[in-house]
């Protein structure tokens, strides 16, 4: 039988927002816990040169988000990495959290459980994945020291992996079938690199091999031609899912599958709030994300001091 917990607050994701409610609530003597099921940092913790966080020239997102979860931590919250939530009933008082270890009691929840990357739409995406089709170049990216690599995409996300993995590859195809959407900073720096070859309006078609990823078959779409390029690997950066399946029959979610909440980020229910990407917002931002976990904090501080009189 799972042991339960009662927690004052329950934040689910360990990101830039998540992680910013936890230092807010824990600097509130709040009973504060933060439950991650796979990287801490989000998608963030892949970025390689920060360069619009106020107050920081440059920084990576590993040295920005371990700065932040030693912070959020020498205030009492408490980051538990990698147990996987199973379910979760909201509309109750308190509301319940259950991972694959334990059931918490939580009398206000922040979800601010971000996205994922968008897996690969072919066939053999499965087959060939973790053996040379990979989606965190911070995580794989050492692994291909000296070989030759493709990453598969056109946003900021796509450029930074291929500026990251110059650090390792020899050889790097940027391929994305339409034109670049990255900013003019990191285009810079992706056209200066005489490692990486960017081929715009190509398509990736077939991925082959045998027991790993050898080799890619792209279609030019302006010469019509098709050929195939050896690899070792390719890196996919081709668009994001919100994390909000676990949140489906519970709450009310936009056309995308963002939560819907407001700019308080309090959702329809009461001791609830969405913070970060996860949020139905027009503007997602690294510091979009700090500022809703500081302002899900603040009102859930307020929700738990009326709560408990």
């Given at each position: 039988?799972?042991?339960?917990?009662?927690?004052?607050?329950?934040?689910?994701?360990a990101g830039?927002?998540?992680?910013?409610?936890?230092?807010?609530?824990?600097?509130?003597?709040?009973?504060?816990?933060?439950?991650?099921?796979?990287?801490i940092?989000g998608?963030?913790?892949?970025?390689?040169?920060?360069?619009?966080?106020?107050?920081?020239?440059?920084?990576?997102?590993?040295?920005?988000?371990?700065?932040l979860?030693?912070?959020?931590?020498?205030?009492?919250?408490?980051?538990?990495?990698?147990?996987?939530?199973?379910?979760?009933?909201?509309?109750?008082?308190?509301?319940?959290?259950?991972?694959?270890?334990?059931?918490?009691?939580?009398?206000?929840?922040?979800?601010?459980?971000g996205?994922?990357?968008?897996?690969?739409?072919?066939?053999?995406?499965?087959k060939?994945?973790?053996?040379?089709?990979?989606?965190c170049?911070?995580?794989?990216?050492?692994?291909?020291?000296?070989?030759?690599v493709?990453?598969?995409?056109?946003?900021?996300?796509?450029?930074?992996?291929?500026?990251?993995?110059?650090?390792?590859a020899e050889?790097?195809?940027?391929?994305?079938?339409?034109?670049l959407r990255?900013?003019?900073?990191?285009?810079?720096?992706?056209?200066?690199?005489?490692?990486?070859?960017?081929m715009?309006q190509?398509?990736?078609?077939?991925?082959?091999?045998?027991?790993?990823?050898?080799?890619?078959?792209?279609?030019?779409k302006?010469?019509?031609?098709?050929?195939v390029?050896?690899?070792?690997?390719?890196?996919?950066n081709?668009?994001?899912?919100?994390?909000?399946?676990?949140?489906?029959?519970?709450?009310?979610?936009?056309?995308?599958?963002?939560?819907?909440?407001?700019?308080?980020?309090?959702?329809?229910?009461a001791?609830?709030?969405?913070?970060?990407?996860?949020?139905?917002?027009e503007?997602?931002?690294?510091?979009?994300?700090?500022?809703d976990?500081?302002?899900?904090?603040?009102?859930?501080?307020?929700?738990?001091?009326?709560?408990?009189?």
């Amino acid at each position: 039988m799972k042991e339960r917990i009662h927690k004052d607050v329950v934040i689910i994701g360990a990101g830039m927002a998540g992680l910013t409610a936890a230092l807010y609530c824990g600097r509130m003597n709040l009973d504060t816990l933060v439950l991650e099921n796979a990287i801490i940092g989000g998608q963030i913790a892949n970025a390689t040169d920060i360069e619009n966080f106020p107050g920081l020239a440059s920084v990576s997102g590993k040295d920005l988000i371990s700065a932040l979860q030693r912070q959020t931590e020498s205030f009492g919250a408490v980051i538990d990495e990698f147990d996987e939530i199973e379910r979760v009933t909201l509309k109750t008082s308190p509301k319940i959290v259950e991972t694959q270890e334990k059931i918490y009691e939580a009398d206000a929840v922040i979800i601010a459980s971000g996205m994922n990357r968008r897996k690969i739409p072919l066939a053999e995406g499965r087959k060939f994945e973790t053996r040379g089709v990979h989606y965190c170049e911070l995580c794989d990216g050492h692994a291909y020291a000296g070989k030759i690599v493709a990453v598969m995409g056109g946003g900021n996300a796509a450029v930074d992996a291929a500026n990251f993995l110059t650090k390792y590859a020899e050889k790097i195809y940027l391929i994305h079938r339409s034109e670049l959407r990255a900013d003019e900073v990191s285009q810079k720096r992706l056209f200066a690199n005489k490692k990486i070859t960017v081929m715009l309006q190509t398509e990736i078609k077939a991925l082959r091999g045998d027991k790993r990823l050898e080799e890619i078959e792209i279609f030019d779409k302006v010469s019509g031609v098709t050929k195939v390029i050896a690899v070792d690997g390719i890196f996919v950066n081709i668009g994001v899912e919100p994390n909000t399946k676990l949140f489906s029959d519970e709450l009310t979610l936009s056309a995308s599958g963002r939560i819907v909440a407001g700019e308080d980020c309090r959702t329809e229910i009461a001791g609830v709030f969405a913070a970060g990407d996860v949020r139905e917002k027009e503007i997602r931002q690294l510091t979009t994300a700090a500022s809703d976990g500081t302002t899900a904090a603040l009102l859930a501080e307020k929700y738990l001091s009326k709560l408990h009189g």
